[in-house]
């Protein structure tokens, strides 16, 4: 298991959290927001100029605060998912935009108030490009 500077969680297979205080735990949510590191990314990767999202020339250049990938100035990231069911010390989760063995500095309730308030605007080019992100895997 990995322990992180700030915490004591980690990604493990199957979209699970494990927890390693008791008091981490959470109930009576149904979506998490974690913050975890990007540990697999080279740090010699680190560009802060602008680039195409995913290099498609179809998409505009954009800054590193213009898109959400692993290629951070911090090299956090932040994914919301949702909580199925606690067993003791491991949260089973959903759509959770982590690797196996990611190192999580941070579980948050998700709660609805903290959302952004208003109408939520985007680039064309983000919805073409996650519009099929959380869709359930081709066999």
């Known amino acids: 298991m990995c322990h ?16 390693v205080h008791p008091l981490a735990t ?15 990314t080279d740090r010699n990767d680190l560009d802060l100029g602008t680039r195409r999202p995913r290099d498609n020339p179809d998409w505009p250049e954009v800054g590193i605060f213009g898109h ?7 090299w ?13 010390l491991d949260l089973r989760v959903e759509d959770l935009d982590a690797v196996d063995g990611t190192p ?12 952004p308030l208003g109408d939520v605007r985007q680039a064309s ?3 073409d490009m996650l519009g099929d992100h959380y869709a359930p895997a081709k066999d």
């Open 68 to 74: 959400r990938n692993m290629r951070r100035l911090n």
């Open 125 to 127: 080019w983000v919805t």
């Open 26 to 40: 959470v109930q009576g949510v149904s979506h998490l927001e974690v913050v975890f590191r990007f540990h697999l």
């Open 4 to 19: 992180g500077e700030l915490g004591g969680f980690v990604v493990g297979s199957g979209d699970l959290l494990r927890v």
């Open 104 to 115: 999580v500095l941070d579980i948050k309730p998700w709660f609805a108030e903290m959302g």
């Open 76 to 88: 956090l990231g932040v994914s919301r998912c949702r909580l199925i069911r606690v067993e003791g």
